[in-house]
C-alpha cells in the first residue's frame, strides 16, 4: 500500500521556523520526483518546491531563500525545512509523488500537515 505520511506541522510566529516531513512507504521512493504543495484558506492548491529524483531543487519564489527542501533516500523520507515564516505561509501542506514513465503516470499524495503563522 502506498503511502505519505506528513508530520511537523503547527502554529509558530512570524519569523519563526519549522520543519515538515514526508515519511514514504509503498513504493520505490528514489525513482520520485518529490513535491510540497500548499494550500491556503480559501484558495487553490500552489506549488512550493520539488526535488527531482536525481536531488535537483527548485522552489516558487514566494519562498525562494526561506524554505529547503530535501530527501533522504535510506530513510524514505522527504523534508521541507522552512524559516523565517510569514502569516502568508499559513496552509495545509501536502507532500506528493510523481513519477512519468513512457506509458503511465504515478501520482500520490499525503493527507497534509496544517501550518498556521500568526502571533
Known amino acids: 500500500e502506498v503511502q505519505l505520511v506528513e508530520s511537523g506541522g503547527g502554529l509558530v510566529q512570524p519569523g519563526g521556523s519549522l520543519t515538515l516531513s514526508c515519511a514514504a512507504s509503498?513504493?520505490?521512493?528514489?525513482?520520485?520526483?518529490m513535491s510540497w504543495r500548499r494550500q491556503a484558506p480559501g484558495k487553490g492548491l500552489e506549488w512550493v518546491s520539488t526535488i527531482k529524483s536525481n536531488g535537483a531543487t527548485t522552489y516558487a519564489d514566494s519562498v525562494k531563500g526561506r524554505f529547503t527542501i530535501s530527501r533522504d533516500s535510506a530513510k524514505n523520507t522527504m523534508y521541507l525545512q522552512m524559516n523565517s515564516l510569514k502569516p502568508e505561509d499559513t496552509a495545509v501542506y501536502y507532500c506528493?509523488?510523481?513519477?512519468?514513465?513512457?506509458?503511465?503516470?504515478?501520482?500520490?499524495w499525503g493527507q497534509g500537515t496544517q501550518v498556521t503563522v500568526s502571533s
Open positions: 506528493n509523488a510523481v513519477r512519468a514513465t513512457t506509458t503511465q503516470t504515478y501520482n500520490y
Open positions: 509503498g513504493f520505490t521512493f528514489g525513482h520520485y520526483d
